[in-house]
């Protein structure tokens, strides 16, 4: 069921357009991941969705009712939501007033309050700060606060602009922790908008990628990164391997395609003669030292140009007439014994190639 859908939103002032024509929905229950660059328009955007600031076009509804109905009906629905900001805000008081304050302000009584505190502490791993002033808190202990002030009052939609900017590893795997518990036990319905793409993939149901205003795309974890729809999104998600080509002939749904005087076959609907982006992911590619007999549709023979250890990876770029990046472990590049230089093949099947207009 949904909770929340836009529809044709828009915002701007003085002859500056910051969002336009921003449609989707959100399920119940549902984490929506807004990811996008610094200034693509998410705060904006996440501000409009809390009606703390009024759409210029468009439309929002929450739980089906239009929310520029009337004053009182917004006030109704922004009692249902609880947004946490970049920048933590805590009460110049204790860990336990700072989190009960919404309890309090709604005429909750002393043992209910102290109940759910104790239930927040535990939930947000801050049990034992109770009497400590919030304001003398780490970042992420600051944070972690603010996030137990905006679920005690069990909010329908919780809103998170950047929860875990500026914050350090192990502080970022606690605040997602958190948030992992409270959708899980609560069934909290939670818009979120990141930077951190990782952080998209690991907690989000759906991705909307917001860029210059508008989103561009919106799909599941693995259809935003792995099937990008355009050239931006694939170059804002990662992706690597981008060729420019013409289809050439198809068969079916077949199409090979031309790439620098290079042919590449690959499952598309496009059309012969259309001008298109082949996008293969680094995982796809293998490489080999000899041709071998295989069910991929694409070998090339290249050599290696540039080779970059990350960890316990390598990462591959060969050059096959045009770059191929791909990746092997550590072991495997020792085993191969792959150096500069060095001439390899590249190959990668038919169903691994995403091709975009």
Known sequence: MTLLKT??????ADCKTFLRNITFEV??????????????GKTTLLRLLNLLDTPTSGKIYFNGQDTAKSTQLRLHIRRRMAMVFQKPVVFNSSVYENIAYPLKVRGCGRKEIQTRVEEMLQITDLKGYEKRRARTLSGGEAQRVALARAMIARPELLLLDEPTANLDPVSVSKIEEVLANTIREQKTTVIMATHDMSQGQRLADMIGVLMNGEILQI?????????PSNKEVAEFV???????????QKDG????????GATIEAISEFAVGDKIYVIIRPEDITFTLAKETSSARNVFQG??????????????????GFLLLGVVTKRSAEELNLNLGKKIYASFKATAVHVIK
Request: one cysteine or more; hydrophobic letters at 45%.
């Open 219 to 227: 799909g599941s974890p693995s259809e935003i990164f792995c099937s």
């Open 27 to 40: 399920e119940r229950a549902e984490v929506f991941a807004l990811i996008g660059p610094t200034g693509a």
């Open 253 to 260: 749904a077949l199409v090979t395609i031309n790439v620098d």
């Open 7 to 12: 529809a044709q939103l828009g915002y701007g």
């Open 303 to 320: 050599e290696i140009a540039r080779m970059t250890t990350v960890g316990q990876l390598v990462r591959i770029e060969a050059d096959c």
């Open 238 to 248: 990662g992706v690597e391997n981008i060729l420019s080509g013409i289809i050439s």
